[in-house]
């Protein structure tokens, strides 16, 4: 028999608990302890022993408690520790709201757990940590959650660690262990390495086993006239994959997702929606905002399924897709402002201020985990003494001088490729139409125009986009190099030939399935052996590959082709006679004494000089490789055709994590394009060459993390970008006029406002701070929470046991206005915080942010409450804007045209001349009502449509219909989610 007892004297009575000595026995015989006592047994176990006493025993536990135990040293002690926890003082309820929000992550059990999960070879780094918490807590309660950490901070270990939490927890989510990872495909190896790292630690938990991956990348080109896949980052589809019952998703790079409109988007948008119950979305990106706030809401709508209806406590009224909608507008209103003047760029900056601070309080700050290397250094002593954080110096300028010819010829091809400026009518003898990309545009018959429509994209729309990739491609070929650009030139006036030989040989072939440029190329002007190979290849593949007559398409088609031509070969001409190219003559200049200067280049030989270049053309790519290896470098060149391959010479060469044994010296230098600005360690190198100088901020700071990461051993970070330089005046002003006919461009195909794209504005940007990044706003908050856990971990233990019910007081304060702060939950478990101010004019309300939040309830260790009494009404007012809140996520949608009638009798209302004052204000907050579209209110205001008598009757009393609408309110919202609970609460009282 096992059991074990202990057996002694020690007691709850008065000499037990008042100084006696006692004696205790371990008694580990299991007969002696536990044996059942029959009429056969000769003696008793301690059990059967004390049961017979326990049988006999008298109940006097009052008597014990009053007498005994509350006079004893420990009763008396216990008192006095009582007396001083009995409530928690101004500072600590400000404490006990911060653990409200940031207890997970200072949870020290949790921490430990997550230690468990690391690899022996892994740093244990708290930020990272803490980002799993985080991240784990918001995906619980909003259904995903966004890690925004700076780039070079290790994105992935936190996502892995984030995954094998949730695995640990996914039953008792009722989720399935099953997980989806989404990345770009140069990514992937980089997860399968990290997992496989995790898993060989722990054989019994095995991670890959739950985990399946989806690579995102184009199937198919979108033009045939994309020479490489690396030219235009516009992949549009997504790998063919089984739907599972994913428990949880994972998108790294998910700005990749930030269009609703591409098959990518579409594909993984379908899969979560198809999987119940709704997996987990987490999405990791540094950028997770390349465009505009739409970017933001496309990905925050993977995981907030139902948009109108949010459970995002900032949201009003719910309405995620009505707050995306207007700060979207408000958006483009900047972008329309010009920026010529210093007045137009102050306005238009200041709304781009407003919209970020609006989307920030509203949403991110609930959902988004971000933190800076600022934040790290300010935050995580610990964690920053074991990692290096390079300075980053630049970016330094390598200037180019274009002659008067050069210029001329450069602001002519600008002016040709870019569409014409708002207020500029198109010109066929200056403007390229880019027709041979409109050809389904052109059809005389509707129907034949049908046959091209795809999803909901027309025809119009289609074509546009072509057009608009195709005019990319020009400017960032002639932004790149000349080599790049001629050859992308002729390949444009090739391909407006074929159709132009096409309409006049009376066989037009549209073929989306067939590279009909590329066999009419093979065939050279034997068009009848050209057409002869597309039939067949028709008859073979169907589909919509077909071919047209002449007459099929509009008379003026073949005339704006020939316009293009005429303008498509002086161009060509042009650049054709040109023969210098001062960009490549710098570069080769700038090899040696400047990219491979040792007191910058790797100066502390940790590591043999390195550099790393971008470029976005395969052509500029080539050239670059010819130039270095003229110079005496060992050059690895990498393109989307062999980054696969190539992957492991890139490891070993490049990665500063990779493993000592595997690292080699074959190469010094690394050319790529965008394919290795996602997800890539290339820190050996602490040099980097922008060769085509990005104009989206989020793409430059991809690139600069690639060298700037956990793992650097030099001190500094050195950017490098190229720059034309002042010439005469009139250079000068064809340079300018270029680039702002450039900038211009950008910003009309989405890109962000201008980065290091006028010279002079390079000189004073702030790199550092770009890439380092302010501290976020909640670091000093989680600072000082886990300062005062460590420094009172006794009080902070009791303030994390106080039920959070009703905490709070009255602060005096000198302030004109009586005012107040409430936070409400109920049982969603979500705080939503509620600010009062009572003027002598009015009395409002405004739900407001758990930062603004913190930032009210701030307050000094020692500040004590006033012994001013609670003011209720400023209670119960609070209470009703809350209710009023969470009412919205239950309100069901109304129709417009009933809204708009309820409006139009609330206007009549209030024209009335028998109105108050007070009684327009009513009427005002229940127009609010209406505007949500609440269905009791509108048909309570309808009551009044054609009312003649007076408003305030003992029927008819306005203040009835409102009392009557918001009880109506209150009582669905209890009914939902339970009744609603006074948090914590600081009133605040004047003291003039």
Known sequence: MLA????????????????????????????????????????????????????????????????????????????????????????????????????????????????????????????????????????????????????????????????????????????????????????KKAWEKTIKDFDNDNPRNNIELNVDFVTTGSIEKITDELEDADDIDDSDEIENFEVCNYGMVLIDESHNFRNSETQKYKAIDDLIGLINPTPYVALLSATPQNNSPKDLYNQIRLFQRTPNNSNLPNVEGGKLDSLFNAMERRFKEARAISQDTDEGKIQARAIVKEVSEKIRSSVLNDIVVRRTRTDIKNLYGEDAELLRFPTVKGPHKLEYKMDEELSKLFSDTVDAICPPAIGESFDPNKHIGFYRYAAITQFVDEDNKKLYEKRNLT???????????????????????????????????????????????????????????????????????????????????RGNNRCFKTSDFKESYLEDLQNDRLLIGDLLERWRENTEDPKF??????????????????????????????????????????????????????????????QEAIEANFDANCKSDNRRDDYDVIVTTEVLAEGVNLHRSNVILNYDAPWNATRLMQRIGRVNRIGSTEDFVHVFNFFPSDEGNSQIRLIEKAYAKLQSFHEMFGEDNKVFSEREELVEHDLQHFVDGDESPF??????????????????????????????????????????????????????????????????????????????????????????????????????????????????????????????????????????????????????????????????????????????????????????????????????????????????????
């Open 585 to 646: 003559d710098r570069f080769k200049e700038a090899i040696n004494p400047e990219l491979f200067n040792p007191k910058i280049n790797n100066p502390s030989g940790l590591n043999k000089p390195r550099l790393v270049i971008f470029t976005e053309a395969i052509d500029t790519l080539k050239s670059l490789e010819r130039a270095l290896k003229a110079k005496g470098h060992k050059v690895l060149s990498i393109t989307a055709q062999n980054r696969t391959e190539m």
């Open 779 to 992: 670091a000093p908050f989680i600072k000082e929470l886990k300062a005062f856990r460590d420094n009172s971990s006794e009080r902070y233990d009791y303030i994390a046991s106080v039920d959070a019910n009703g905490l709070g007081g009255v602060l005096e304060i000198r302030d004109e206005n009586a005012q107040g702060i409430f936070v409400f939950t109920d049982n969603s478990q979500e705080l939503i915080s509620v600010d009062v101010e009572i003027t002598q004019e009015d009395t409002s309300t405004n739900i407001i942010s758990s930062l603004s939040t913190m930032q009210r309830l701030k307050c000094e260790p020692d500040t004590e409450y006033s012994h001013c009494p609670s003011d209720n009404a400023l209670v119960e007012i609070a209470k009703r804007a809350y209710q009023k809140h969470v009412a919205h996520y239950i309100t069901a949608a109304d129709s417009s045209r009933k809204s708009a009638n309820a409006l139009v009798v609330l206007s009549s209302l209030r024209s009335r001349s028998d109105v108050t004052q007070e009684s327009k204000k009513l009427l005002k907050q229940i127009e609010k009502l209406v505007r949500a579209k609440d269905n009791y209110v509108i048909k309570q205001v309808m009551r009044f449509e054609n009312y003649q008598g007076s408003l305030f009757g003992a029927d008819d009393d306005i203040n009835a219909l409102l009392d009557a609408a918001l009880s109506n309110l209150a009582n669905r919202a209890q009914a939902k989610r339970g009744d609603a609970k006074l948090v914590i609460y600081s009133e605040t009282k004047s003291n003039n």
């Open 459 to 541: 025809v119009d729309s289609i074509t546009q986009r072509l057009q608009r990739i195709m005019r990319m491609l020009l400017v960032k070929r002639l932004e790149s190099s000349l080599a790049a650009f001629k050859k992308t030139l002729e390949n444009l006036n090739r391909y407006n030939d074929v159709m132009i030989d096409m309409l006049q040989h009376d066989c037009v072939f549209i073929c989306p399935d067939i590279d009909v440029n590329k066999l009419h190329n093979e065939y050279k002007g034997d068009f009848a052996a050209f057409k002869i190979a597309v039939d067949a290849i028709i008859a073979r593949k």
């Open 4 to 187: 074990t007892g202990i057996v002694g004297s020690s007691n709850f009575t008065l000499k037990g608990l008042q100084g006696n000595a006692e004696l205790n026995y371990l008694e580990e015989n299991g007969n002696s302890v536990a044996a059942p006592f029959t009429e056969y047994s000769t003696s008793k176990s301690h059990k059967a022993w004390f049961e017979e006493l326990w049988q006999n025993s008298e109940l006097w536990s009052g008597k014990f408690i009053k007498n005994i135990l509350k006079p004893s040293p420990m009763g008396v002690g216990i008192e006095k520790d009582n007396e001083a926890k009995k409530s928690l003082s101004p500072y600590e309820v400000y404490i006990k709201y911060l653990q409200l929000q940031f207890g997970d992550m200072v949870d020290a059990n949790t921490s430990e757990i997550l230690k468990s999960y690391l690899p022996p070879s892994f740093n244990t780094l708290e930020y990272q940590l803490d980002a799993v918490k985080q991240c784990f807590s918001v995906m619980k309660r909003f259904g995903g959650s966004i890690l925004g950490d700076v780039v070079g901070l290790g994105k992935t270990i936190v996502g892995v660690l984030l995954i094998r939490h949730f695995l640990e927890n996914a039953e008792s989510l009722g989720r399935s262990r099953k997980v989806l990872i989404v990345t770009p495909p140069a990514i």
